[in-house]
């Protein structure tokens, strides 16, 4: 069913959903900043760190890396549960790369690094992606170093990606998670959309839905990126609302009223 507010503005789509091709995601600078460290990272079989507030754009950051990252030689596998205790979480890995799981934890262990060591012998060099890392149980992260221990701790045959909320920096920085944090030489933060970010970014979400023109006066982007603070996916969600009604005062073009009068709504509901 076609949204009111899509006919209203003469949109084909709606412009701000999540569900955008790889290959057509937008970023501004310094997220391709980001994408760019973390490929060299893995050129050199490092593991890394990433952090960033929610909805500022982690997701997409990773999506452009997983269309940037050369085939031939890595193996991405992407784990998003990361609240299953340490046998649960090796299993998973397991599932997610292919291997019948074992029964014991340490048959799963052992089966992981078999599959590294092999694809190593095969010169594909594996990374584990590992999202919502904050909340990896502490048994995890207790023996997350071992699995990058082959060879006496010689060889370089897997990356971890540990991608989270600050707070995982926060927890890898405790003295008990010295011996992974020590491991992780390469340590990303995203940052937020800046004031001419979310202009572009409004523009390109819009033109992709079939609209070449201004629809949020300036000011009215302003009202927006203050309230958001530059994440990416709080701006989506109000600026479908002030589309909406904006087409229901049957006008043009969301001016700053609209926009105050969205973010006040929104704020209310949150702070229920």
């Known amino acids: 069913m076609t949204q009111p507010y899509l006919a209203h503005f003469a949109l084909t789509e709606p412009p701000f959903s999540k569900e955008i091709p790889d290959q057509d995601l937008w970023l501004p600078s310094a997220k391709l900043a980001v994408v760019e460290a973390l490929l060299e990272a893995l050129d050199e079989r490092a593991s890394v760190v990433l952090v960033g507030e929610p909805g500022v754009g982690k997701t997409c950051v990773l999506r452009a890396l997983r269309q940037r990252i050369p085939a031939a030689g890595f193996r991405l596998t992407y784990c998003h549960n990361a609240t299953l205790g340490r046998r649960d979480f090796y299993r998973q890995l397991c599932h997610a790369v292919g291997i019948a799981p074992a029964a014991t934890a340490g048959s799963l262990f052992y089966g992981l690094t078999r599959h590294v060591e092999e694809r190593a012998a095969e010169r594909v060099h594996p990374v584990f992606l590992l999202d919502e890392a904050h909340l990896l149980h502490q048994d995890?992260?207790?023996?997350?170093?071992?699995?990058?221990?082959?060879?006496?701790?010689?060889?370089?045959?897997?990356?971890?990606?540990?991608?989270?909320?600050?707070?995982?920096?926060?927890?890898?920085?405790?003295?008990?998670?010295?011996?992974?944090?020590?491991?992780?030489?390469?340590?990303?933060?995203?940052?937020?959309?800046?004031?001419?970010?979310?202009?572009?970014?409004?523009?390109?979400?819009?033109?992709?839905?079939?609209?070449?023109r201004e629809l949020f006066a300036s000011d009215a982007i302003v009202v927006l990126h203050e309230a958001t603070l530059g994440a990416m996916r709080d701006l989506d969600r109000l600026a479908v609302h002030a589309l909406r009604e904006t087409a229901r005062k049957k006008k043009k073009l969301v001016e700053r009223d609209v926009a105050t009068r969205i973010v006040e709504i929104d704020t209310k509901e949150r702070d229920r």
């Not at 390469?186 to 523009?203: G, K, M, V």
């Open 140 to 212: 995890t992260l207790d023996h997350l170093h071992i699995l990058l221990n082959y060879a006496w701790d010689s060889k370089a045959l897997l990356s971890l990606l540990l991608v989270g909320l600050p707070e995982l920096r926060s927890r890898l920085a405790l003295r008990h998670n010295r011996s992974l944090y020590s491991r992780i030489h390469h340590r990303l933060e995203i940052p937020a959309l800046t004031p001419d970010d979310t202009s572009e970014y409004l523009r390109m979400r819009l033109a992709r839905a079939g609209c070449e």
